[in-house]
């Protein structure tokens, strides 16, 4: 069989109810899509019935494939394990809750046609969220592009479309903490955004709540910028600043003979706030601390219990 031109890269976690139309709506695009293609499950580490699901798909239709992760690996560390089992000249990135809808892919196979590497859906509008994860994702893109000095798309999520030689590129970066859509912001080559609308998940609930949306926001930082460092250290001067400052003036007090004795409370304030102030220091460069430990174990970033349809070498990987 000769390589697909078009993969299409799916990470699934316990998505049970939104497999059958997933399904039928991959299909449809596969039919429409101007070269041969395949759909590259990767199942997540499901505890419901998706992976059974998965696997009478690929075993009906030779188009669908999968890698079944040992355990729950995160939806980032999913993408990285679709990417290495992808075969296709172009591969596509989607949710498996048609939120994504398989539709914009044919608008981005056009533009990889005229010759862009990387193709990412920009989000124009976005139903069913919550006005404050629209907010906040907002306000976190515009932050994050100014934390890294990086190209990154406003309001583009993990939907793109991308051409061999930035899925080598990007299979190259072999880091622990994964921000996929920062690392393809940072692999450069020509891109370009289609944009879309945001369907509502399609079934079943999301697998990223506030905890993790948190979590996630973090990672994205400190695996991109060292302004949080950086900014320790200067706050570290401003306040050593503001003590000098303090103490002149103390001795200026004490030479004029304006000195009093004062109060206790103004010290514990001092104290506490300076307490406060490491604290915070040493846990941002704990941070970044822990990242250099997770990145030194230098651990295979996923392990992969079984395959579908793909041959057993992507299991060596
Ligand atoms: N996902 C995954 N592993 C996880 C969490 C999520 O593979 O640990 C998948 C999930 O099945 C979906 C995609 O990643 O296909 C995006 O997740 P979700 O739709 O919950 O995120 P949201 O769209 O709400 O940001
Ligand atoms: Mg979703």
Redesign the pocket.
Known sequence: MSLPTYSLV??????EESLPELRTRLAALLDQLDGPGEVVF?D?GSRDTSFAQIEAICHDDSRFKCVRLSR????QI?ITAGLDAASGDAVVIM???L?DPPEVVLEMAARWRQGYEVVYAVRSERAG?TKFKQMTAAMFYRLFRRLTDLDVPLDA?DFRLVDRRAVEAFRSMRENNRYVRGMFSWIGFNQTGVEYQRQE?FAG????PLRKMVRFAADAVVSFSDAPLRLTLTFGFLMSVVALLFGIAAIVAELAGLYRVPGLASIAVLIAFIGGVQLIVLGVVGAYVARIHDEVKNRPLYLIREVRGLVDSVVER
């Not at 729950?72 to 939806?75: A, E, L, T």
């Not at 609930?205 to 990223?208: G, H, I, S």
Request: aromatic share 12%.
């Open positions: 799916i990470p699934v976690y316990n998505e990767v997540d729950n690996f995160g939806h999913a949710d498996a809750d939120q969220e999520g998940r609930e999301t697998k990223y």
